[in-house]
């Protein structure tokens, strides 16, 4: 970067203000936020109350870590993570990571798809409103030359949308905040489950922070620019907080007095009920029951727009009729089964602006994160195999359109094959996958970021390598729980081992 431009402050942090320094951060914080994030925020929320917020603070915590160690590496190289891999690790390793990464953005995009039919789909009668969507992130890609700033432009735009529809939606349901400050507490949660996992999974996304350090070098900061140019990483984990945390307090607020109270049946056994039809209310407080029941009566499938449930039983009912079986029916707790039955839930609380404001949220999340995804999955891939890291490279558009392609095929066929019922398949191989590449992309990060002789006076200090280490640990804990008690026990069945 020449002197002319540093002074004209192109590319250089030092004499703007801070909303003007936001982009890598802001960028990242985008893929973060998307419909499974939304899903699984929400769903802990419901089942958990507020219990579990410090989870989403130490999430995000780790995740700031590691996008500060992306932006670090990204002003103290002189060529991309991937070329460097491969200088100092080898080829086959850099592509190992690229194929990883590009198979997690596949697996996320279909995700993304199905969360923009479903903010459209309640409005709109259309099954292929995901090609449309496709199409436009496809000239987006092809269009802008100047790609990072037309970028940055559009997700500040999606960045206020989530913020103003999911802050209205908080503010109407009038959070508990004196329950909420407990939250924060640890240790305080009734329930820590695989969701909890999913919940750090959707926020401490690996990926995305290795992907920073190519955001820093297309931002064109320097080493001069690092020190205030953190800030736009902090407000990037700032933004992930807030939407995740607001996420979770919606139905915390409204939904978890009554969904601690009922429980859903999932294998019916020799009763005849229906599975995920039959709802199970305590009854041990009858006034309470008799409220509850009153307001699972009266829900509405968002796809039928029959009632949500064939068969509604009281706690004590439900024990009569199970003492009778000699297979037993088994139930789990009561939980979000997609995006729109949380949308459509809002209406009989905050009237028709509950949904609208809550799918508004939940189409600039997942559209975000659509665009941002699917560019992560493609430029790592393509600087892995060593054919171009730069947005005027052709291969990373290339493989970036693939994600985008394979993301749509695969949300069509389950829209209109599948009739929007999630195969298992599909989510096993999103899993493994997922095992496979967070701790190699961490453990990347980590090392790239440690060595004395790439990172100069930007090396991991005791104090980040401590904390680095700590998350690495971590990630490493979750994809060996996830892997042992999930993904192998439905790959034997699926395969018959």
Same mark, same amino acid.
């Given at each position: $970067?020449?002197?002319?431009?540093?002074?004209?402050?192109?590319?250089?942090?030092?004499?703007?203000?801070?909303?003007?320094?936001?982009?890598?951060?802001?960028?990242?914080?985008?893929?973060?936020?998307?419909?499974?994030?939304?899903?699984?925020?929400?769903?802990?929320?419901?089942?958990?109350?507020?219990?579990?917020?410090?989870?989403?603070?130490v999430?995000?915590?780790?995740?700031?870590?590691y996008?500060?160690?992306?932006?670090?590496l990204?002003?103290?190289?002189?060529?991309?993570?991937?070329?460097?891999?491969?200088e100092r690790?080898?080829?086959?390793?850099?592509?190992?990571?690229?194929?990883?990464?590009?198979?997690?953005s596949?697996?996320?995009?279909?995700?993304?798809?199905?969360?923009?039919?479903?903010a459209?789909?309640?409005?709109v009668?259309?099954?292929?409103?995901?090609?449309i969507?496709?199409?436009?992130?496809?000239?987006f890609?092809?269009?802008?030359?100047?790609?990072?700033r037309?970028?940055?432009?559009? $997700?500040?735009?999606?960045v206020?949308?989530?913020?103003?529809?999911?802050?209205?939606?908080?503010?109407?349901?009038?959070?508990?905040?004196?329950?909420?400050?407990f939250?924060?507490?640890?240790?305080?949660?009734?329930?820590?489950?695989?969701?909890?996992?999913?919940?750090?999974?959707?926020?401490?996304?690996?990926?995305?922070?290795?992907?920073?350090s190519?955001?820093?070098r297309?931002?064109?900061?320097?080493?001069?620019?690092?020190?205030?140019?953190?800030?736009?990483?902090?407000?990037?984990?700032?933004? $992930?907080?807030?939407?995740?945390?607001?996420?979770?307090?919606?139905?915390?607020?409204?939904?978890?007095?009554?969904?601690?109270?009922?429980?859903?049946v999932?294998e019916?056994?020799?009763?005849?009920?229906?599975?995920?039809?039959t709802?199970?209310?305590?009854?041990?407080?009858?006034?309470?029951?008799?409220?509850?029941?009153?307001k699972?009566e009266?829900?509405i499938?968002?796809?039928?727009?029959?009632?949500?449930?064939?068969?509604?039983?009281?706690?004590?009912?439900?024990?009569?009729?199970?003492g009778?079986?000699?297979?037993?029916?088994?139930?789990?707790?009561r939980?979000?089964?997609?995006?729109?039955?949380?949308?459509?839930?809002?209406?009989?609380?905050?009237?028709?602006i509950?949904?609208?404001?809550?799918?508004?949220?939940?189409?600039?999340a997942?559209?975000?994160?659509f665009?941002?995804?699917?560019m992560?999955?493609?430029f790592?891939?393509?600087?892995?195999?060593?054919?171009?890291?730069?947005?005027?490279?052709k291969?990373?558009?290339?493989?970036?359109?693939?994600?985008?392609?394979?993301?749509?095929?695969?949300?069509?066929?389950?829209?209109?094959?599948?009739?929007?019922?999630?195969?298992?398949?599909?989510?096993?191989?999103?899993?493994a996958?997922?095992?496979?590449?967070?701790?190699?992309?961490?453990?990347?990060?980590?090392?790239?970021?440690?060595?004395?002789?790439?990172?100069?006076?930007?090396?991991?200090?005791?104090?980040?390598?401590?904390?680095?280490?700590?998350?690495?640990?971590?990630?490493?804990?979750?994809?060996?729980?996830?892997?042992?008690?999930?993904?192998?026990p439905?790959l034997?069945?699926?395969?018959?081992?």
């Open positions: $970067m020449s002197s002319a431009q540093q002074s004209a402050g192109v590319g250089s942090t030092r004499t703007r203000h801070w909303y003007q320094r936001l982009g890598p951060g802001l960028i990242t914080a985008c893929v973060v936020i998307g419909p499974g994030s939304i899903l699984t925020s929400s769903n802990v929320g419901a089942v958990n109350g507020y219990g579990l917020s410090w989870v989403v603070v999430a995000v915590f780790f995740m700031l870590i996008m500060s160690m992306g932006a670090r990204g002003v103290s190289i002189d060529k991309s993570a991937g070329t460097l891999i491969a690790i080898g080829r086959w390793f850099a592509v190992l990571i690229g194929v990883s990464v590009f198979f997690i596949a697996a996320f995009q279909f995700g993304n798809n199905l969360g923009v039919h479903y459209l789909a309640t409005y009668d259309f099954n292929y409103l995901v090609v969507f496709n199409g436009l992130a496809i000239a890609l092809l269009v802008f030359k100047n790609m990072y037309a970028l940055e432009k559009l $997700m500040m735009l999606f206020g949308i989530m913020l103003i529809a999911f802050t209205c939606n908080l503010l109407i349901s009038g959070p508990r905040l004196g329950e909420w400050f939250g924060f507490i640890p240790g305080r949660a009734t329930q820590f489950d695989l969701s909890v996992l999913g919940l750090v999974g959707t926020t401490f996304v690996t990926t995305a922070a290795f992907y920073q190519y955001l820093v297309q931002k064109g900061w320097s080493k001069d620019d690092l020190h205030q140019g953190i800030v736009d990483v902090r407000v990037g984990s700032l933004i $992930m907080v807030l939407i995740t945390l607001m996420l979770m307090a919606t139905p915390a607020t409204i939904f978890h007095a009554d969904f601690q109270l009922e429980r859903v999932t019916p056994g020799d009763s005849k009920l229906v599975a995920g039809g709802l199970i209310i305590d009854d041990s407080d009858r006034s309470r029951y008799q409220e509850v029941k009153q699972a009266a829900e499938d968002w796809q039928t727009g029959e009632p949500r449930w064939t068969t509604i039983l009281a706690s004590t009912e439900f024990e009569m009729l199970a009778a079986l000699s297979e037993q029916p088994q139930t789990d707790p939980a979000f089964r997609d995006l729109p039955e949380i949308g459509t839930s809002l209406k009989p609380l905050f009237g028709a509950g949904p609208t404001l809550f799918f508004v949220g939940v189409f600039a997942a559209y975000s994160s665009l941002i995804n699917s992560i999955g493609g790592i891939l393509a600087d892995g195999l060593g054919i171009g890291e730069a947005p005027e490279d291969w990373p558009r290339v493989f970036t359109i693939l994600v985008l392609l394979t993301g749509m095929c695969v949300s069509l066929y389950c829209i209109i094959e599948l009739e929007l019922k999630r195969p298992v398949a599909l989510i096993v191989a999103a899993q996958v997922t095992v496979l590449a967070a701790p190699i992309v961490a453990g990347s990060l980590l090392w790239l970021t440690s060595r004395k002789e790439i990172m100069g006076e930007n090396v991991n200090r005791p104090v980040q390598l401590f904390l680095g280490t700590l998350g690495f640990v971590l990630l490493l804990a979750m994809s060996t729980n996830l892997a042992v008690t999930r993904v192998f439905e034997k069945r699926i395969f018959g081992l």
